[in-house]
């Protein structure tokens, strides 16, 4: 029974560990912010982490709350071990007079000040 409680201790620490993510690197700062459309929330904490929320027209939702795993090409993919997603970034952060916008899941998201 020790066995079990020590291989469950480590498996917990490895999960925290894991979870924590990493800080998004140099060249991805500019996907930190507080991303917003009608029906979109998408915050990218410079410590690697996302709050994703997606309400659907029929009253439901989507919620993703995770850290950032890694990045391939504009996309990055948030989760735990398997269970993760792939957020889809056609066009990545730029500045346009004078306000930040992406492109994530097909639709256009604003940055807040």
């Known amino acids: 029974m020790k066995v079990v409680w ?3 201790g480590v498996g917990g620490i490895l999960l925290f560990f894991v ?4 800080p998004l690197p ?3 700062v500019t996907y930190a912010g507080d991303w917003r459309a009608a029906e979109i929330r998408l915050v990218i904490t410079s410590g690697g982490r996302v709050d994703y929320r997606r309400a659907s027209g029929r009253g439901g939702s989507t919620s993703v709350q995770a ?4 990045f391939d090409g504009n996309d990055f993919i948030a989760g735990f ?14 500045l346009q007079n004078g306000v930040w916008k992406m492109t994530v899941d097909g639709v256009e998201l604003t940055r807040m000040p």
């Open 26 to 28: 140099a060249d991805r």
């Open 81 to 94: 071990a398997f269970f993760n997603t792939r957020f889809v970034v056609s066009k990545p952060p730029v």
């Open 19 to 22: 979870a924590c993510g990493q």
């Open 67 to 70: 850290p950032i795993q890694k």
């Open 6 to 8: 020590r291989i469950l």
